[in-house]
């Protein structure tokens, strides 16, 4: 069987940034599911994998424009401490909440305003993947019109019963 539209596919990979620096993965651990052609993994590696067969490994580059997109300025934002809550407990390098529900992280901060990233962590980042395809079976129907393979639409969060 091969990686066509419409099979769920299992992977093992490995991501690593220009310099080599693991960034995330699942090697040795639980292979990741998802529904080839339904838009689940970044489009420069969907593409990459199309046409592959079980235990086919292989390695990928990925630039921003197929990734998480180029940094993008506008994301990048001044906040006045007089529009936060509790400037004070805000420190660089959190995450916080903006006013519209957009996560953004901390990157600078001084005592009239900090300034907020809105950016994905991995915008403007060419990614460096190695992948090992370890399973391929045809999707149910429910697992097409969901767009997602069941065991994702079953996965917790965290302990049982926590969401």
Do not use: W
Not at 92 to 110: P, R
Not at 132 to 146: M, Q
């Amino acid at each position: 069987m091969i990686i066509t539209n419409n099979k769920v596919v299992s992977i093992n990979y490995v991501l690593k940034d220009e310099l080599g620096n693991l960034l995330q993965g699942n090697d040795g651990f639980t292979p990741e599911e998802y529904l080839h052609g339904a838009d689940n993994i970044l489009p420069g590696l969907e593409r990459a994998l199309e046409g592959l067969k079980q235990d086919q490994v292989i390695d990928v580059v990925i630039y921003p424009e197929e990734a998480y997109g180029p940094k993008e300025v506008s994301l990048i934002i001044e906040v006045a401490n007089e529009d936060l809550e509790d400037p004070a407990a805000i420190n660089e390098g959190e995450y916080i909440e903006l006013f519209d529900g957009t996560e953004a992280i901390v990157v600078e901060k001084n005592d009239d305003h900090i300034i907020v990233d809105a950016n994905h962590p991995l915008a403007g980042q060419t990614l460096y993947y190695t992948v090992k395809v370890s399973g391929i079976r045809d999707a149910t129907e429910e697992e097409i019109i969901n767009g997602e393979p069941s065991t994702k639409m079953q996965e917790s969060c965290g302990p049982e019963g926590c969401c």
